[in-house]
């Protein structure tokens, strides 16, 4: 496994990486208190959850698991697992963007929201997109020369996180609409996606476990191969339980109708 070497201080990364999450759990906060004056109290389980996730990627980014990380792959995968999927997934539940147009006054609310219809926010919002930039990306990164950079360069090393949180939360709300989405898909497209999702990353933790990335030791890279493939299966359940559950409660009145009418 390879030290970590950026020729200098090698606090920087994690304050990079720390300081931007920072940022926005200040500002969500913020933005809680003034939506309590103008409107109903904002949910508290949603709080939490975001609370829940800033504190999953702040472990994951500074601190001892990340100072872990860069010499043991079992680390660096629960790192992932952090970064990457339970912290997006907390923060999609959180609400931001609702919370957001809450807080806002409404001529710039309707500014956001004409840029939320806009045909880029489309792309970004298409699972088929965020799979690939999220199961693609780590694809890239576990398969070529990209570990090994990232442990080398500052830059490569704050792009790659900062990467897999993004692609983590983009695909997660793609798949769980839990903010205001006006460019919606189709349970069944979204699922189809999931699954083929669900099978490139299942499939990328036994190519890490048989062949690991170059200077990772092969007990490091099973260990480190089976955090992801049966870690990530608990996160996805949750994923799965979510999307169901809106998948029923969607077609329940249409069932019930058919039950009445016969139709």
Not at 23 to 43: D, E, G, P, Q, T
Not at 116 to 137: A, D, E, K, M
Not at 194 to 203: P, Q, R, V, W, Y
Request: glycine share 6%; with cysteine.
């Amino acid at each position: 496994m390879h030290n970590i070497n950026y020729h200098g201080d090698e606090f920087v990364p994690e304050v990079l990486l720390a300081l931007p999450f920072i940022v926005v759990f200040i500002l969500y906060i913020f933005a809680v208190v003034v939506s309590n004056r103008r409107h109903k109290k904002w949910s508290l389980y949603r709080t939490t959850s975001w609370i829940f996730g800033v504190i999953c990627v702040l472990i994951a980014v500074i601190g001892p698991l990340a100072d872990r990380s860069h010499v043991d792959f079992s680390a660096h995968m629960l790192g992932h697992l952090l970064l990457g999927m339970l912290a997006p997934l907390f923060m999609v539940l959180a609400a931001p963007m609702t919370l957001i147009l809450r807080t806002l006054n409404v001529r710039t609310a309707r500014k956001l929201s004409r840029l939320l219809r806009s045909r880029l926010v489309s792309v970004f919002n298409n699972p088929i997109i965020t799979s690939v930039l999220n199961i693609g990306g780590l694809w890239l990164l576990y398969t070529t020369n990209l570990y090994n950079l990232m442990h080398e360069n500052i830059f490569v090393h704050v792009f790659v996180h900062l990467h897999v949180f993004i692609a983590g939360y983009l695909f997660t709300a793609s798949l769980i609409y839990i903010d205001p989405t006006p460019h919606r898909v189709r349970f069944v497209y979204r699922a189809i996606v999931f699954i083929l999702a669900l099978a490139g990353h299942g499939i990328l933790s036994k190519y890490i476990y048989a062949h690991p990335p170059n200077g990772v030791p092969q007990n490091q890279a099973e260990a480190g191969g089976m955090l992801m493939y049966y870690g990530g299966d608990v996160i996805d359940a949750i994923i799965i339980f979510i999307f169901c559950f809106h998948w029923y409660r969607a077609i329940r009145p249409k069932a019930s109708f058919s039950r009445i009418t016969g139709i």
